[in-house]
């Protein structure tokens, strides 16, 4: 047991180390650093070009998308290379929030099932960050049960026409591409008659509608598709296979590990040991040193299950399921964290400006953040699920919609 | 980095479970549980010709020599039995503390009876409720003998020898406290067995009226000694805490399988179904904490106090969730005698006091910490 590099991961540590602080943008690193869940954005700076430029630095030096193939615009690296990469980019990764769905899930997508001709044509400008790409699987009636989808597509000589709205489509308005999950059979079982597609967001037809959030941001938005129209050259996989397409997207997601999940502890801990309280050092209270503890044995639970999840890689092994619990534990824990912040702020927990309220209102912004991050991807109860039914071997649930045709589905509730 | 224990070591936790799976069955565990035994001695005699109760002392001290990540996986296991063996006072405590400030003569007498099994030993801290500090020694020392009281006392009844925290001073520092070893069978200590929450794991009040006493490290040493005991103990205890963990989740996992309401397994309903999610997220976080925790045992490194204490908290909290939860999902049948559910439970609320409630070593947590960040 040991933390050590290999000798040849401590080289592309030192190289990598090296090239980042001659090359990143070092004005930004302060801000960056302190920047918590919900707030990464830069005074006086627009994030989208400071991050597109980060970007295309890193893939003209070959550290973009490390994992990549090279002639798709990524290095050939090893999963633990790239695990390296994110601990050496430390507060510059935050930079490439905006590329996570692109790079993540729609270019593996595209490597599994795109011609060879799209792959060169497409993804090198995807990883050096020139084009951005979302993702629109999400309906209004297919959130968690993402087959319920009502997007239709229907064959029209060469041509898909697309008809439908999708929701929660995180970037779409800054987005050059995206993958599109759609319906093209109704009359077959909801998980049967899905077909995925990549298109042209600028294609006559998509309309972007940024959804302000509870949060007061603006992150994701509803896409609406009216006649929109995509070469069959642009679906991916099998007509009616969307589904077991769709799902390449989403096991591609857990490849995702060792970037780090935010838990808000640090940030905790910090403002605890400066608080002064009425009866003294907030440290120095008893019940704060109780939930202090509580939380960091969580954070630390996690980092220590993401190493052993980097060791299991870096044997070789795939990351599976059990990964599912980075975002469970920390989602729900920033949304506790920011509340008790706030407990411990009193009645001035409320305001919220950078200049009236405790450490420029950092955990206020963590508190209208953290419900999203308990959704987005697959829900707490969702989360909880895939561990039970996949890790443990329970049961999948009932599902009564099973093998009904989709057009047979309820679609109302209290009539 | 490689943040695993190695195929040898996977190798020798995979013996351990075979040797405890069919030497400490849960009828094994009963014998002790119903006051039929005070503690498992075929068991105990099994465990010294397995070599795991010298996995972790020296060849020269008559062990095995092996380490303390060695001793972690066995640890692992027998808490996954549940053994109602003085394992833990005799090899995490009294051997730590031998280990630590024993004397060669003083190592070679017990440390080697402890590897062979002729040996159980315990510490004597605690005098009645609260927290280990040193305020709370009150047992006195002088001219080589100890009189005062000390309760609970883990496997007190059953120890041939123990630790025993005196005060040597009055100063008001931690310096006031020494460790001695006492003979137990040499006379001068009155032994009474206390009935306790977990029978499997004997507790005992030791009266010491002028027991003869020789010291353990140097005079003013013990409360540093004994504080690193603690922090090795808790690593150790904590990995018995995981292992328990995981067996309470296994037991309640292939309950909600077989078990048949409203004409499905109730492991198909989501209520279920999430109340085990969670009971594998708690053992997952703590087993993590632990690895960490056996890293810094095993190197000797300085993160161990935090990393000990991390590893304690979380693996309390686990123990204490999957144990409780076990039996929810066992619904009725889990709070009776007849099914093993509360064995567990038990073992899980009692391991969360020995070495200090949950409480305590949230502060400790804390204060390592405050220490480092200032550092």
């Not at chain 1, 639970?301 to 999840?309: C, D, Q, V």
């Not at chain 2, 006492?182 to 009155?190: I, P, R, T």
């Amino acid at each position: 047991m040991n933390f050590d590099d290999t000798p040849q991961e401590a080289a592309f540590r030192a190289e990598a180390k090296a090239w980042i602080s001659a090359n990143a943008p070092k004005q930004y690193e302060e801000e960056l650093r302190k920047s918590s869940l919900g707030r990464t954005a830069l005074k006086g700076a627009n994030i989208l070009e400071v991050a597109k430029a980060w970007q295309k630095k890193k893939a003209d030096a070959g550290w973009a998308c490390l994992h990549w193939p090279k002639e798709y615009g990524g290095r050939g690296s090893s999963p633990i290379e790239r695990v390296i990469w994110q601990q050496e980019e430390g507060p510059f990764g935050k930079l490439s929030g905006m590329f996570i769905i692109g790079h993540g899930m729609c270019g593996p997508t595209m490597m599994a099932f795109a011609g060879e001709e799209q792959k060169r044509k497409y993804l090198p400008p995807l990883a050096s960050g020139e084009k951005v790409w979302c993702q629109l699987f999400s309906e209004p009636a297919g959130g968690s049960d993402v087959a319920g989808l009502r997007t239709r597509a229907e064959k029209s000589g060469d041509d898909w026409v697309i008809n439908g709205q999708k929701i929660w489509t995180s970037g779409a308005h800054y987005s050059d591409y995206g993958i599109l999950l759609t319906r093209t059979d109704p009359n077959v079982a909801k998980h049967k008659g899905l077909t995925m597609f990549f298109l042209d967001m600028k294609s006559p037809g998509v309309e972007v509608r940024p959804i302000k959030q509870a949060s007061g941001q603006s992150d994701f938005n509803e896409v609406y598709f009216t006649d929109v129209k995509i070469p069959d050259s642009q679906r991916l996989g099998a007509v009616n296979d969307g589904w077991n397409v769709s799902l390449t997207t989403l096991m591609n997601e857990r490849m995702s590990i060792g970037a780090g999940v935010s838990t808000g502890f640090p940030e905790l801990f910090d403002f605890c040991n400066s608080l002064m309280l009425e009866d003294g050092p907030a440290i120095e209270d008893r019940s704060v040193r109780s939930k202090l503890a509580t939380y960091a044995v969580k954070a630390s639970g996690l980092r220590y299950t993401s190493m052993r999840a980097i060791s299991a890689l870096s044997k070789g092994e795939r990351p599976g399921p059990e990964n599912s619990i980075g975002k469970l534990v920390a989602g729900s824990m920033v949304q506790e964290v920011a509340m008790y912040a706030l407990d411990l702020q009193g009645a001035a927990g409320v305001l919220s400006g950078p200049e009236d309220a405790e450490v420029a209102g950092k955990f206020q912004a963590m508190l209208l953040r953290a419900p999203g991050t308990r959704v987005e991807g697959g829900t707490d109860e969702i989360m909880r699920n895939i561990i039970a039914e996949r890790v443990l071997g329970l049961p999948g649930d009932i599902r009564v919609d099973k093998d009904v045709p989709f057009n047979e589905i309820p679609t109302k509730g209290r009539a | 980095m490689n943040f695993d224990f190695s195929d040898e070591q996977k190798q020798m936790r995979d013996e351990a479970r075979k040797f405890l799976a069919e030497k400490c069955p849960p009828k094994a565990v009963r014998e002790v549980l119903d006051g039929k035994a005070p503690y498992d001695k075929a068991l105990w005699k099994g465990l010294a010709e397995m070599g795991f109760l010298g996995v972790a002392i020296p060849e020269a001290f008559g062990g095995a020599g092996a380490g303390h990540l060695e001793l972690c996986v066995i640890a692992e296991e027998m808490g996954r039995a549940n053994a109602p063996v003085p394992f833990s006072s005799t090899v995490y405590l009294a051997a730590e503390a031998l280990l630590l400030a024993g004397s060669d003569a003083q190592k070679q007498k017990w440390l080697s009876k402890i590897a062979s099994g002729e040996a159980i030993g315990t510490l004597a801290l605690f005098e009645g409720k609260g927290n280990p500090s040193p305020k709370a020694i009150k047992l006195q020392a002088s001219g080589g003998t100890l009189t005062g009281m000390k309760k609970p006392v883990p496997d007190g009844a059953i120890a041939d020898f123990a630790v025993v925290a005196a005060r040597t001073g009055s100063t008001g520092r931690d310096s006031d406290i020494s460790l001695f070893l006492v003979d137990l069978k040499a006379g001068g200590v009155e032994v009474k067995s206390l009935t306790n929450v977990d029978p499997t794991r004997g507790q005992a009040e030791l009266t010491f009226k002028n027991a003869k006493a020789e010291p353990l490290g140097a005079a003013g040493d013990g409360w540093s000694i004994l504080t690193q005991v603690l922090d090795r103990a808790a690593v150790l205890l904590a990995f018995e805490q995981v292992g328990g963990s995981d067996r309470a989740l296994e037991m309640g996992r292939d309950y909600a399988l077989d078990r048949i309401a409203f004409g499905r397994p109730i492991g198909s309903f989501q209520a279920v179904k999430h109340i085990l999610a969670d009971m594998y997220v708690s053992a997952t976080l703590a087993r993590s904490n632990c690895y960490y925790g056996a890293w810094a045992l095993s190197t000797n490194a300085s993160e161990l106090p935090e990393a000990a204490a991390a590893a304690r908290i979380s693996a309390t909290q686990a123990f204490q969730h999957c144990s409780k939860n076990n039996i929810q999902v066992h619904g009725g049948m889990g709070f009776t005698w007849e099914f093993d559910c509360h064995m567990y439970y038990r073992r899980a609320n009692t391991t969360a006091l020995t070495l200090g409630s949950l409480s305590y070593w949230e502060d400790q947590l804390i204060d390592r910490m405050r220490k480092k960040n200032a550092a």
